[in-house]
């Protein structure tokens, strides 16, 4: 069986933003709005998500 995995879409600017949380965006790749990207399920990703929830859009596939 495969491994779980997180498809993930930057869906709001990090402008006015903490700049803690613009790194984060930055670090899991995103460099412009609308762009998806799919991440393992594991607690790293999910606790950098977490951090930036309010910016992103998560989907378990």
Do not use: C, W
């Not at 950098?48 to 929830?53: A, E, T, Y």
């Amino acid at each position: 069986m495969s491994e779980k995995q997180l498809k993930v879409t930057y869906i709001r600017s990090k402008i006015g933003y903490n700049k803690n949380q613009a790194k984060i965006i930055e670090a899991l790749g995103f460099t412009k709005l609308n762009q998806t990207k799919i991440f393992p399920d594991n607690a790293s990703i999910r606790g950098s998500l977490f951090h930036v929830r309010h910016l992103v859009k998560v989907e378990e596939i």
